[in-house]
Structure formats: C-alpha cells, structure tokens
C-alpha cells in the first residue's frame, strides 16, 4: 500500500534506529556474496563468536515490534481486538508472502529454486503466533515470551529438532517458536517505552545485564548456553536483545524529537529500502565479483561500501522527500 504521509508528529526516534538497521544491510547484502569477503562481515556459522551480521534481524524485528505496539494502542483503547487481530493476521500474510518472494527471486538469480525463510518470513510466522498472546497483559507477555524461549531451548536438545534447525534459515517453523518469544518480550518493553521512559530505561540496564550473563555462559559453559543464530538460540536471542536494546535507548533518549537525516530517510521507508538495498546489494556483488581478487578486496570492499551507501541513500531521500511511504 503506498499513501502520503499527513502528519511529521511522531517519535523520531524508532525511525532513527529502523534507519540504522536498514543501513547495516546496505554492507551486508554487498559483501554477503562477494568472494574473498573478511568473515567478519558475514553471519556466524554454528560455534562461533556472534559477528555484527548476527545482530542485524533482531534489530529489524525489535523495530517492527515496537511499531506494531505504537499501531496497536488505538485498538486497546476502544477495546476492539478483533478489528486488530483482522489487521495484523493480514499484514503477517502479506510479510510472510514477501518473504518467500524475495528468497525466490534472489534463488532464481543464481539458478536455483528457493523458499527458504528470512527475516520477513521468520517475523510473519512469528506474528501469527503472537496473536494468541494479545490480549495478555504486559507481565504475562514476558513470562510467556520467556517460557517460550526456555521450552525451544530444551527442544533443541532432540537431535531431529536440532538437526532441522540446522538446516533452515532463521531454524524453519521450529524456530519461529523462539522468535515470537523474542517478540513476546520486545512487546513488554515497548508497552513500557510508550509509557514509562524511566522504567524503560531501569529495563534496558537489567536485560543488558542478563546479555551478559548469556554472554558469559556462552564463553565459560556453552553446551545448553550455545549463542547461535543458526539455531535461534536462547543465549543468541538474548543477548541479541541486550545489545539492539542498548542501541535504541540512546536512539530514544536522545532523538525523540530529532531526525537523523540519513538514518530518518531510511527508517520512514523500512520495507521498501529493505527490498531495495538487497537488490542493489546483491545485483553490485554480483557485478564486482567478475573482478575482485584476494588482493584487490579491501578496494572493491571501499568502493562497493560508497556506490550502495550512495545509490541507496539518494533513493531513501527521493521517497522521504516526496513523502511516499511504502508499507505491508
């Protein structure tokens, strides 16, 4: 649905941080498939230290979380769930369908046949399954995020479980269940952000503490307390949420009212600019493939980060200018 923006009257903030993440992506959709590409640019594989990659869909689904809850709120207030249940079940079709969609193109690209998950297909799956949870209070929204994500854990245990996470993006259907976990607690912060900066901020210290701890247990125990993307991991999603938590209380305490140029652009357009940096992303990849070697990598890495900044952030500041929002 594309519609004019009527009113600029709104918290800059979450838009700031969404253009952060969108941002990110512009690196990681160029040097994702690009040869002789540093690791550190890439996603972790299973046992290794979590990378900047791996921070980057929890970042996009927080932000998606804390707009659903800012949408939400003119449905709480008349109590009419059912006009919002219509609504959301809608629009976590229509993530879902975008999601397969893109793995399909981009696998048609590269000759392959693909409907594999991604973040949109992780977050729509996910979505339906929060439904359940909606009108739960904020408390119970916590204990049932928490409960979710202790209960995937412990399934992973079974090694048919394990073995088909390992070998679905995002952990297939099984690990949407720790995803809508994830959201379940992103939806407890965000009811408290709109509500109770103080409180929000007492939140955000305690869950970067309990990253750490994760973090912790990760290095010195790991086994149950593996940090995994691939697995969707309860350490992972934890301190995943601790450190884009982190990153957005500094977005929300210091720019409410201020917009971030470069980061606004991106962040009032944040489906269009994701579809749109994976195509530039990608289709530059591809291009710079047929020249890059193992010595020239740190240039074509520089150039390729200048030419994607640059033609994303003028198609970002194109729609932002004309004021075209472009939503699911």
């Given at each position: 649905m594309?519609?004019t923006?009527?009113?600029?009257a709104?918290?800059?903030s979450?838009?700031?941080?969404?253009?952060?993440v969108?941002?990110l992506l512009?690196?990681f959709?160029f040097?994702e498939?690009l040869?002789?590409?540093?690791v550190f640019?890439?996603?972790?594989?299973?046992?290794?230290?979590l990378?900047?990659a791996?921070?980057?869909a929890?970042?996009?689904?927080?932000?998606?979380?804390?707009?659903f809850?800012?949408?939400?709120?003119?449905?709480?207030?008349?109590?009419?769930y059912?006009?919002?249940v219509?609504k959301?079940?809608?629009?976590y079709?229509?993530?879902?369908?975008?999601?397969?969609?893109i793995?399909a193109?981009m696998?048609?690209?590269m000759?392959?046949?693909?409907?594999?998950f991604n973040?949109?297909?992780?977050?729509?799956?996910?979505?339906?399954?929060?439904?359940?949870f909606?009108?739960?209070?904020?408390r119970?929204?916590?204990?049932?995020?928490f409960?979710?994500?202790?209960?995937?854990?412990?399934?992973?245990?079974?090694p048919?479980?394990?073995?088909?996470?390992?070998a679905?993006?995002?952990?297939?259907?099984?690990?949407?269940?720790a995803?809508?976990?994830?959201?379940l607690i992103?939806?407890?912060l965000?009811?408290i952000w709109?509500?109770?900066f103080?409180?929000?901020?007492r939140l955000t210290?305690?869950?970067?503490?309990?990253?750490?701890?994760?973090m912790?247990?990760d290095?010195?125990?790991?086994?149950?307390?593996?940090?995994s993307k691939?697995?969707?991991s309860f350490?992972?999603?934890?301190?995943?949420?601790g450190?884009?938590?982190a990153?957005?209380w500094?977005?929300?305490?210091?720019?409410?009212?201020?917009?971030?140029?470069?980061?606004?652009w991106?962040?009032?357009n944040?489906?269009?600019m994701y579809?749109?940096?994976?195509?530039a992303?990608?289709?530059?990849?591809?291009?710079?493939n047929?020249?890059?070697?193992?010595?020239?990598i740190g240039?074509?890495?520089?150039?390729g980060?200048?030419?994607?900044t640059?033609l994303?952030?003028?198609?970002?500041w194109?729609?932002y200018r004309?004021?075209i929002?472009v939503?699911?």
């Open positions: 594309t519609n923006e009527k009113s600029e709104r918290d800059c979450l838009d700031n941080f969404r253009g952060l969108i941002l512009v690196f959709f040097y498939t040869q002789f590409t540093p640019f890439l996603h972790s594989t299973d046992g290794e230290a990378r900047y791996d921070f980057i929890p970042g996009f689904m927080f932000a998606l979380v804390f707009a809850i800012i949408g939400m709120e003119k449905y709480k207030e008349n109590g009419n059912k006009a919002a219509k959301y079940f809608n629009r079709l229509a993530f879902i369908g975008a999601g397969f969609l793995t193109i696998g048609a690209a000759g392959e046949m693909r409907f594999n973040v949109f297909t992780a977050f729509g799956v996910s979505g339906l399954y929060s439904l359940f909606i009108k739960l209070n904020r119970q929204k916590l204990i049932a995020g409960a979710l994500l202790a209960a995937y854990q412990f399934l992973l245990q079974i048919s479980v394990l073995n088909y996470v390992l679905n993006d995002f952990g297939g259907l099984a690990g949407t269940a995803w809508c976990g994830f959201m992103a939806m407890f965000a009811e709109r509500n109770d103080k409180q929000f901020t210290i305690v869950f970067i503490l309990i990253a750490v701890l994760f912790l247990a290095i010195f125990i790991s086994g149950f307390f593996l940090a691939i697995r969707a350490s992972y999603l934890m301190i995943s949420l450190v884009v938590l990153v957005f500094i977005f929300a305490r210091f720019t409410k009212n201020i917009k971030i140029p470069i980061f606004t991106y962040g009032r944040s489906f269009l579809l749109f940096v994976a195509g992303g990608k289709g530059l990849s591809a291009l710079a047929n020249f890059v070697t193992a010595e020239n240039v074509v890495l520089l150039c980060f200048i030419v994607c640059a994303s952030s003028l198609f970002a194109l729609l004309n004021k929002i939503t699911v």
